[in-house]
């Protein structure tokens, strides 16, 4: 079984940044994709960021130009900086990864539990 553990999350003034690590951790034969998704009170789950492969990255239209992504390869972790948050951007913050497990079966997504991110003066 694949665990996927978020880091990072607090309380933040609007304007200000954080960083949010993911370490996924079990067997894992190979990663397909990292992503973060987040979702705020009262809306669906909405896609933030994801990277396919190394390094191609894609942006949800609301945060581009803010946050970036990226994966250390080395290690499997995946980060998201967030840079000049604004209080629609409280949310839970999820990260998924698609990975394979084993040769008898294709990619799965693992979800973590998610970490909290409040922007608020």
């Known amino acids: 079984q694949v665990h996927v553990a978020e880091s990072g999350g607090g309380l933040v003034q609007p304007g200000g940044s954080l960083w949010l690590s993911c370490e996924p951790s079990?067997?894992?034969?190979?990663?397909?994709?990292m992503a973060w998704h987040r979702q705020a009170p009262g809306k669906e789950r909405e896609l933030v960021a994801t990277?396919?492969?190394?390094?191609?990255?894609r942006y949800g239209e609301s945060v581009k130009g803010r946050f970036t992504i990226s994966r250390d390869n080395s290690r499997n972790t995946l980060h998201l900086q967030m840079n000049n948050l604004e209080p629609e951007y409280t949310a839970v913050y999820y990260c998924?990864?698609?990975?394979?497990?084993?040769?008898?079966?294709?990619?799965?997504?693992?979800w973590g539990q998610g970490t909290q991110v409040t922007v608020s003066s």
């Open positions: 998924l990864i698609t990975a394979q497990i084993s040769t008898d079966s294709g990619p799965l997504d693992y």
């Open positions: 079990g067997i894992i034969r190979s990663i397909d994709a």
């Open positions: 990277i396919v492969g190394r390094d191609t990255t």
